[in-house]
């Protein structure tokens, strides 16, 4: 059952969505126009921060719209934790199918049977103890997930009370390579394919120390077997690293954001910039949530540009960015209130025409 929409947010509760032992919220944002197997992005908030705080910050709802995939940002609750941190140590709430876990999962299969999500596009990604619940989503579920992004996060099962959290925190006495990796592949029975890792860490952050990426490292690095740094780069004054597979996939990479304390990498300051400025939400030159989209296939380098170059020099959407909010607009004429099949004839001039505006080609 959805109800409830958000002030201002265009979020949606989701007021039912399964068992909920982890006793946490649910709120969705859903593009205008919405193709069928629509993409699923899981947003965790960090620390003291909600969903409605996360989306507006992120600008993950924002690319959404533009780009015709589905967020889902669950919420913890006072009740669970008094800063609204996810539980990313509590053993109840990182094992597989119990407690927090389960609650995402449950919204997960929820939107993939009520929303029609297309279940081989659904990834996860959050900030700091939302950064670390990602990488918990992925260690359990790893059947769930094509993709992950931490940002100021952790590796998963280091701690298990909350001085070892605040010690993991700080970088000290971390489990070495043979704990790291086989406290991953024990949390699932996982025999497939396992999804690609996204890490990002500020050079600065004192509060989740960069270490703690390298930890992420080594330990995705068993499941996946690779071997040495595949390609280091630097973009925008930051530096990226890059494992390949033994295809030849990108399967982890690191951003190392240099001088940036502990928050999300914005590139807030250009013209078209995607998220805003705040606490936890950091003007870095540098847009994670574009690229990590990009990443993932749910966005472009048109939109890497645009978002972190100020667009272009007319005003309006890039011609890659309006092409595909036409296209969406012509191939689908499908309203988010209606995510059950095509629009009504009556209001397909509606969506294309709302389509067209959000493109800057009409006023």
């Known amino acids: 059952m959805l109800d409830k929409p958000m002030q201002d947010q265009r979020l949606i509760e989701i007021a039912r969505f399964g068992s909920n032992p982890g ?71 990182i094992r597989r199918d119990a407690g927090e876990v389960l609650s995402i999962r449950k919204m997960i299969g929820h939107l993939v049977q009520m929303q029609g999500i297309d279940p081989e596009r659904i990834f996860v990604t959050g900030l700091s103890a939302g950064g670390a619940m990602a990488n918990v989503m992925l260690a359990t579920y790893p059947d769930i997930f094509a993709g992950g992004a931490l940002i100021g996060g952790l590796p998963y099962g280091t701690a298990v009370t909350v001085g070892e959290a605040f010690e993991r ?81 990108e399967a982890v990479e690191t951003w190392s954001i240099q001088g940036m304390g502990h928050g999300v990498p914005l590139a807030a300051s250009g013209d078209e910039p995607i998220g805003k400025a705040g606490p936890y939400m950091l003007e870095a030159g540098i847009s994670s949530t574009v690229r990590i989209a ?30 595909s909010i036409i296209e969406r607009a012509l191939r689908y004429a499908r309203p ?23 493109a800057g080609l009409m006023k």
Not at 73 to 91: D, G, H, K, T
Not at 338 to 348: F, H, Q, V, W
Request: charge should be positive; hydrophobic fraction near 35%.
């Open 169 to 249: 925190m700080q970088g000290r006495n971390p489990p070495d390579a043979a704990k790291l990796q086989s406290t991953l592949k024990g949390a699932s029975k996982h025999a497939g394919r396992w999804p690609t890792v996204s890490i990002w860490h500020g050079t600065h952050d004192q509060t989740v120390r960069p270490s703690n990426a390298e930890q992420v490292v080594t330990q995705w690095s068993g499941v996946h077997a690779l071997g040495e740094v595949s390609r280091t780069e630097t973009i925008n004054g930051h530096t990226r690293k890059v494992w390949l597979d033994a295809r030849g996939r």
């Open 336 to 358: 988010r209130e209606n995510a059950t099949g095509a629009a009504p004839d009556g209001k397909i001039a509606k969506v294309i025409n709302d389509a067209l505006r959000a």
């Open 294 to 323: 990009r990443s993932w296939k749910l966005a472009t380098d048109a939109d890497v540009r645009e978002a972190e170059a100020g667009g272009s020099t007319d005003g309006r959407k890039s011609q890659d960015g309006t092409a």
């Open 23 to 93: 006793s946490l919220k649910a709120w969705l944002f859903l593009p205008s126009i919405m193709a069928p197997n629509t993409p699923l992005v899981v947003a965790l908030h960090g620390c003291t921060q909600t969903a409605e705080g996360y989306a507006a910050g992120s600008g993950w709802s924002q690319l959404a719209e533009r780009r015709g995939f589905a967020v889902l940002y669950p919420e913890q609750q006072r009740s669970n934790n008094a800063n609204l941190c996810f539980n990313w140590f509590e053993p109840g709430d």
